[in-house]
């Protein structure tokens, strides 16, 4: 890819803004429960772990630690135990243990719980959910119609509004071959106790009009209407659970208006004059930033020189070496891009160019690559780090492509 991507990764004027009724600082490490759906013999049982894991790395921000538990495995007094509690419900109709259910009735510490199953509690009558808590939960909304050619589109509740801004859920369709790219689901809540429930955060369904609420709070109770991990986009809903964590954890942090800029794919055939005025962009803005450098630019097929195999190594590639410098020199740091950024003169998925192409993982049929082992690929790392240091440069991280 002979270009150059802005990446804004965290959206200013969100960052480590706090909503009202948090009241004490973080001053000691927050213990943390993730609990997740994991069924077995189910070709979907793995993505309650990556939610699960994605949440993880969210919390590794904060002064906490975190512990991973299969829903199946919990046991009376883990809510207790933790001072915060995440049950990513993902998975329709899993069962939830009755310790589990028990404990979130009585608890005194803050449980999170996200989308679906939330019913087995709270149209359970051996429970009060609704006097408890002060909202019920209504049920489960997903598409508004089946999606079709002349009605690609349906609709569904998709756009969430938070401090004022829209972001909007990921949604596409192949008319062709029916496929749905979305997670359309999501729980629908009503507070019927205004002393002890309040929508903070709600979303619309674009097509009718109509809004449901998107994060539930009651006291130590937290609901929130989908999974934020699911189908996301660069202005999704993401971004609010990567905010709110403040407050379910209580930092009271300062409102600090943030971005985290990467360029990426810089290769031998980034040009010095656009990296120029990036870096002078940057650096009257006082931001510092990252670049994801390939060191070795190949196109071992010739795809862009007429057929004639083409590699150019980080010493030969003068402009980029150039550009790296200058940008260094105010406030610029090298990520390393992999080592070549693609996987031989195989097409893995596009041109087998640098850049395009996937170095680690044989996109062709979404699988390990056949040379797959912790050997080779370190190997390729140290050849990539290699290419930064005889040449003078210092990597400060790694991104695999």
């Known amino acids: 890819m002979k270009k150059i991507l802005l990446v804004i990764a965290l959206l200013a004027g969100l960052a480590q803004m706090t909503l009202p009724g948090t009241a004490h600082a973080q001053v000691t490490t927050a213990r943390t429960l993730v609990l997740y759906d994991n069924p077995a013999n189910d070709p979907y049982s793995k993505l309650g772990l990556m939610y699960s894991i994605m949440l993880r790395n969210l919390l590794g921000h904060f002064n906490a630690t975190v512990d991973l538990v299969p829903i199946q495995n919990y046991t009376a007094g883990m809510v207790a135990n933790h001072d915060v509690t995440f049950y990513i419900g993902d998975y329709y109709n899993n069962p939830i243990p009755t310790a589990f259910m028990s404990d979130v009735m009585t608890a005194t510490k803050t449980v999170v719980w996200f989308k679906y199953n939330l019913w087995q509690l709270a149209w359970n009558t051996a429970y009060t959910f609704n006097q408890t808590f002060g909202f019920s939960f209504l049920g489960i909304a997903g598409l508004n119609a089946p999606p079709s050619s002349s009605n ?3 609709g569904f509740y998709d756009t969430v509004t938070y401090k004022n801004l829209p972001m909007v859920k990921y949604y596409a369709y192949d008319a062709s071959s029916g496929a749905i790219n979305a997670d359309p689901d999501v729980g629908l809540t009503q507070v019927v106790d205004a002393t002890k429930a309040q929508a903070l955060v709600t979303i619309k369904n674009s097509k009718t009009g109509t809004t449901t609420p ?3 709070r009651s006291g130590k109770l937290w609901y929130f209407a989908d999974v934020p991990f699911s189908f996301i986009g660069p202005t999704d809903r993401y971004l609010v ?9 209580q930092t009271n942090a300062p409102v600090n ?3 985290l800029v990467r360029l990426e794919d810089l290769d031998a055939y980034t040009t010095t004059s656009s990296m120029t005025t990036l870096t002078n962009y940057l650096y009257s803005k006082q931001i510092p930033f990252t670049m994801a450098t390939i060191p070795v630019y190949t196109d071992p097929n010739g795809y862009y020189t007429g ?4 590699t150019i190594h980080l010493a030969q590639a003068t402009g980029l070496m ?5 940008a260094i020199a105010h406030g ?5 891009h992999g080592y070549t950024h693609q996987y031989d003169s195989t097409p893995n998925l596009l041109t087998a160019v640098s850049g395009s192409d996937y170095e680690f993982w044989y996109a062709v049929q979404n699988r390990p690559v056949d040379e797959d082992s912790v050997q080779w690929a370190a190997g390729r790392m140290a050849e990539g780090i290699l290419e930064f240091t005889t040449n003078g440069y210092k990597v400060v991280g790694w991104a695999a492509p």
């Open 307 to 310: 057929g004639v195999p083409e």
């Open 152 to 154: 690609p589109n349906p």
């Open 322 to 326: 150039s550009a790296l410098n200058y």
């Open 257 to 259: 208006h943030r971005a």
């Open 241 to 249: 659970i990567c905010d709110i964590l403040h407050d379910i954890l």
């Open 214 to 216: 998107y994060v539930m």
């Open 332 to 336: 610029g740091s090298i990520v390393m």
